[in-house]
Each structure stands twice: as C-alpha cells, then as structure tokens.
C-alpha cells in the first residue's frame, strides 16, 4: 500500500512539473483567420505578433531582446510586430526599433485591441483603479500573455499558427 502511494505521489509530481512545458508547446487547437488594423508590408508572409505595454519592467524588454537576439543569429523570415496595449500611445515603433531595426512597433485604438483580444482570448488586466500606485501597476494593470502569436499568410488570409512562450522561444520553432 505504501509503495503504491509513493509511485502515485512521484507520477503526480512529474505531472505537476512538466505538464507546463509541454503545454507551452502544443501547436493552437484551430487555426483562426484575421483581418489586422494596421498595414503589413506585402514582402511579409510570416508573422510575430507580442502585446505589450512601452513601460514594461520585465516581460517585453526580455521577450523583445530574445528574439532580437534570435533574429540576429539567424536572420528570421518573419515580420516582428510589437503590438502596444495601451490605446493610441506614442512610441511603439522607438520602442520596438530599439531591440531590432526590423521590428515594427504599432498603437492601435481601444476597439482593435479589443478585436485582437477577443479574437485571440487574450487574458487582459486593463483595470486603472490602482494605477496611481507602482505595485499595482506593475503587477496588475500589465498583466498580459507573454506569447509571440506566429501567423502565416494562407491563400490571402493570415492564419494563426500557433502562439510560442516568449522565454523559451528558439530559433528552430520558427521555421
């Protein structure tokens, strides 16, 4: 009986270990269409979609910096698209163009990051009652996904192939 609770108890710890990792790489269930709000230049067929906000601490500078890095190793087919969260903000593209020349920076108004949040079940904190205050702001009003969203163009429409964690993201999951 003893033993047979202890196997139990090591499998529950391995399920309990490694089932976010392999979560993180399970490719999205449906592919999904989508209209974007903002002009994507026509040499692009591949894209990186990651929302963020300008005064992020610590998720978009080090999701940004990865694949920059990525990129500058490997010379990435995709078109980067940095896509600010908060509503007709300036300096998305300074902001963007700072981790990689490539990368483009986009603001968009209230009702398309609406579209995108809806379309892509973005889990979006966008409570402004303790902005005022830096630890509720840090950690609550800016929590958003840390996923780059890999579209590919399909026969004219932009499919969603699969969303990538920002910190394990690798080079080879984007070919």
């Known amino acids: 009986m003893l033993k047979t609770k202890n196997i139990f108890g090591i499998f529950l710890l391995i399920i309990v270990v ?95 990051i609406k579209q995108f949040s809806d379309h892509l079940n973005l889990s979006l904190n966008r409570n402004l009652k303790y902005a005022q205050d830096s630890f509720y702001f840090d950690y609550l009003h800016r929590k958003h996904p840390d996923f780059f969203y890999e579209w590919r163009l399909e026969k004219g429409q932009w499919q969603l192939v699969q969303r990538h964690s920002a910190l394990y993201l690798k080079a080879e999951d984007l070919r």
Do not use: W
């Not at 392999?22 to 903002?38: A, D, Y």
């Not at 500058?72 to 990689?100: E, I, M, R, T, W």
């Open 18 to 112: 490694f089932l976010p990792f392999l979560l993180i790489k399970l490719p999205t269930q449906t592919k999904k269409n989508m209209n974007f709000p903002f002009n994507i230049p026509s040499k692009c067929e591949k894209l990186l979609l990651y929302f963020g906000y300008l005064d992020c601490n610590l998720e978009c500078p080090r999701a940004l910096q990865i694949l920059a890095n990525i990129n500058k190793n490997n010379h990435l087919s995709h078109c980067v698209f940095f896509v600010n969260l908060y509503p007709n903000q300036q300096g998305s593209q300074n902001y963007a163009s700072y981790f990689d020349a490539e990368f483009q920076g986009i603001s968009l108004d209230e009702k398309e």
